[in-house]
């Protein structure tokens, strides 16, 4: 079973860029789907983006898209998270998950979760 660990959140100002890795062990991640999904204080858990390592198609939320970047890496089976131009409205816990084969923006589609990395973009 596929584990994920997420890191490289932390705390920037509005306009700064931040890039988070998930990092997979105990299977190989190519075989999934990944995405990243964010929960602000308050709020439900929201799709970010994924991506569909064996045919490399991407989606994104349209509150994130132009701005973020989602990637894999399969020779270091890990996917990254790419956020340029953060703002505070950004700030959230970004979990990465994975799936076989679903890409959607449902989260309780995605099997597997990470433990989450804090994001926070101050004004």
């Known amino acids: 079973q596929v584990q994920l660990v997420e890191s490289g959140g932390g705390s920037v100002q509005a306009g700064g860029s931040l890039r988070l890795s998930c990092a997979a062990s105990g299977g190989t991640f190519s075989t999934y789907t990944m995405a990243w999904f964010r929960q602000a204080p308050g709020k439900e858990r929201a799709f970010v983006a994924s991506i569909s390592w064996g045919g490399g198609r991407t989606y994104y939320a349209d509150s994130v898209k132009g701005r973020y970047t989602i990637s894999g890496d399969n020779a270091k089976n890990t996917g990254y998270l790419q956020m340029n131009s953060l703002k505070p409205e950004d700030t959230a816990v970004y979990y990465c998950?994975?799936?076989?084969?679903?890409?959607?923006?449902?989260?309780?589609?995605?099997?597997?979760w990470g433990q989450g990395t804090q994001v926070t973009v101050s004004s």
């Open positions: 998950a994975a799936s076989t084969p679903y890409l959607g923006t449902v989260g309780s589609r995605y099997e597997i």
